[in-house]
């Protein structure tokens, strides 16, 4: 069976971010049967349908690589209990020019990770909200809000033996979700 090209967009764009360290390992402990690869979002302009006459190239880079996925996965922090900016112009970038979608049927999930105690609950649902709309199935089951974040990696930024069962169980119920989606 042919792997499954799944893209990862990571919603904050510092270059030590939790949420990129999660990312990673999210590619580390995938299925062999998953190709996950985190598509970057950080140099797309702001979307503007003005720019829709001549598409800057990082749109067409990035609308190419989501288009090229089988399915999606979101890692974002929270910022002010809502998506981070970065992200929320990501999603519509995709979701661009109308009636030509990268999101429509794409299977996807989301994981959110903050320091605060509610590891990005607000996020994750404002997430969730937004992309439904654009006729992304989102996996119901398990939601993951990982609070306290900053505590849960070691020195090599390595999940915690607990939370790494944690994102394992996520990653290996997106597979199966996934496969039953794909039949």
């Known amino acids: 069976m042919a792997k499954k090209n799944i893209a990862l967009i990571v919603g904050s764009l510092r270059k030590d971010s939790y949420n990129r360290k999660v990312a990673h390992e999210l590619m580390r402990l995938a299925p062999d049967e998953l190709d996950l690869n985190i598509v970057e979002i950080g140099d797309l302009p702001l ?3 003005d720019l ?3 598409t800057p190239q990082a749109w067409s880079d990035f609308r190419h690589a989501m288009k090229s ?3 999606v996965i979101f890692i974002s922090p929270e910022y002010n209990r809502s998506i981070p900016g970065a992200l929320k112009n990501a999603i519509d970038v995709g ?3 109308y009636g030509q979608s990268v999101w429509q049927g794409l299977p996807g999930a989301v994981i959110t990770a ?3 105690a509610i590891g990005g609950f607000g996020s994750n649902h404002n997430i969730r909200q937004a992309v439904v709309f654009l006729d ?3 996996m119901p089951q398990p939601e993951a809000y990982i609070g306290q974040i900053q505590n849960l990696l070691d020195d090599n ?3 915690v033996p607990d939370t790494e069962k944690f994102v394992q169980k996520f990653i290996d119920s997106y597979h199966d979700w ?3 989606l794909r039949r």
């Open 47 to 49: 979307y503007n349908e």
């Open 52 to 54: 829709e006459a001549e």
């Open 69 to 71: 996925s089988d399915g």
């Open 95 to 97: 979701s661009r020019p």
């Open 114 to 116: 903050s320091q605060s």
């Open 136 to 138: 992304i199935p989102m």
């Open 157 to 159: 930024d390595r999940l």
């Open 178 to 180: 996934f496969n039953k």
